[in-house]
């Protein structure tokens, strides 16, 4: 069975596979909730009616539950926010696929200096609380960025980056116990 993007990061929080009821009923979580009118707003053009009425609502979320993300932004299936509040984005960046986010999270552009430019992420990557990532810096995969690090330089797979700035160490389960349920 072809399993759609938004029940692919609805099975990351339950590792079952939900029908669109099911899922109505998950959306009381606010994380849950802005994932799912995020997928919405993506599936349509921005220039269409459908596309303007989702992005309008999904605008409402974000003022809502402080989660600055766009539909715009590139986020593979499997995505999955570990707790609601105060979290940016930049519409440019691009992050893979079984991802989790925590709160207070930053994803950058720089605007100036050798890494002038967003983030590009990678497969299960784990981005803990109040973590920054800025500038044109690639995250691998199966990355642990710790709570609080900064990061501003490219990440190999299979690491770990914790700090400010932040120290990488390499680590081949790095990710391991902290990205549940993937697809």
């Not at 849950?32 to 269409?48: C, D, E, G, T, V």
């Not at 690639?138 to 490219?154: F, Q, R």
């Amino acid at each position: 069975m072809a399993y759609s993007i938004l029940q692919k990061d609805f099975y990351r929080e339950s590792g079952k596979y939900l029908s669109h009821f099911q899922m109505l009923i998950k959306c009381f979580s606010p994380n849950l909730h802005y994932i799912y009118w995020f997928r919405n707003a993506q599936k349509h053009p921005k220039s269409s009616l459908t596309g303007k009425i989702y992005r309008l609502i999904l605008r409402h979320y974000q003022i809502k539950y402080g989660f600055q993300i766009y539909a715009e932004t590139e986020i593979g299936e499997g995505f999955y926010l570990g707790h609601w509040g105060a979290l940016v984005i930049n519409p440019k960046a691009k992050i893979g696929k079984n991802c989790n986010i925590a709160q207070g999270v930053t994803i950058a552009q720089a605007n100036r200096g050798k890494n002038e430019g967003v983030p590009v992420i990678g497969n299960e990557v784990w981005i803990g609380p109040n973590a920054v990532i800025v500038g044109n810096i690639t995250i691998g995969n199966n990355v642990l960025i710790a709570p609080n690090a900064y990061v501003n330089t490219d990440v190999p797979d299979n690491s770990i980056a914790l700090g400010n700035p932040a120290v990488i160490t390499q680590k081949m389960n790095a990710t391991e116990g902290y990205i549940n349920n993937k697809v």
